[in-house]
T-cell receptor
Framework: GAVVSQHPSRVICKSGTSVKIECRSL??????MFWYRQFPKKSLMLMAT?????????EQGVEKDKFLINHASLTLSTLTVTSAHPEDSSFYIC????????????FGQGTRLTVV | SQQGEEDPQALSIQEGENATMNCSYK?????LQWYRQNSGRGLVHLIL?????REKHSGRLRVTLDTSKKSSSLLITASRAADTASYFC???????????FGKGTSLLVTP
């Protein structure tokens, strides 16, 4: 199947700094990518839908100025957590589809963010 | 937004037994998908069932879908210790594109 690569897999940063997470579709073009957040032993919460060449669509309650999403090419979307706080510590996962609605989604390996 | 609700939240069985997980959802869907997640890792797609399908098989996996009850089940037959993971159902609504995940079932298979 298609491959989605997410980097870094783990990052520790200090409060107040910004962290960028990359999500790449390696063997297909993804006009749309999705960013999820997962708390320990919890489900995945959709944060935003990233659209190539246009603004991301954020879910209710997700601060777009805090979680900056850029989808500048058909194979790369980035999520930047700005002015990180300890409560931003979480597991962030991206996904993309190589096709229409009724196709499977491919997920990155996830990024474990720890803000100290 | 969260839509699916998995049941049970946790399941512990022995190798060789069958594991059944259920998922309910609230809105009309285009399709429903099941994913597996090992601890601290990304998700792996297991199977997709379309809204006009009632049952689907893939190896030791059997998925059913009842759109009238807005529910689905995942059956893993002859379980193995390597099946230990969290299992999530995810729906794709007719009106949207993103996957909406349920809360997941944590499966433990002991040798």
């Amino acid at each position: 199947g298609a491959v989605v690569s997410q980097h870094p897999s783990r990052v520790i940063c200090k409060s107040g700094t910004s962290v960028k997470i990359e999500c790449r579709s390696l063997d297909f073009q993804a006009t749309t990518m999705f960013w999820y957040r997962q708390f320990p032993k919890k489900s995945l919460m959709l944060m935003a839908t990233s659209n190539e060449g246009s603004k991301a669509t954020y879910e209710q309650g997700v601060e777009k100025d805090k979680f900056l999403i850029n989808h500048a090419s058909l194979t790369l979307s980035t999520l930047t957590v700005t002015s990180a706080h300890p409560e931003d510590s979480s597991f962030y996962i991206c996904s993309a589809r190589d096709g229409a609605l009724n196709t499977e989604a491919f997920f990155g390996q996830g990024t474990r963010l720890t803000v100290v | 937004s969260q839509q699916g609700e998995e049941d049970p939240q946790a399941l512990s069985i022995q190798e060789g037994e069958n594991a059944t997980m259920n998922c309910s959802y609230k809105t009309s869907i285009n399709n429903l998908q099941w994913y597996r997640q090992n601890s601290g890792r990304g998700l792996v797609h297991l199977i997709l069932i379309r809204s006009n399908e009632r049952e689907k098989h893939s190896g030791r996996l059997r998925v059913t879908l009842d759109t009238s009850k807005k529910s689905s089940s995942l059956l893993i037959t002859a379980s193995r210790a390597a099946d230990t993971a969290s299992y999530f159902c995810a729906t794709v609504p007719n009106s949207g594109y993103a996957l909406n995940f349920g809360k997941g079932t944590s499966l433990l298979v002991t040798p």
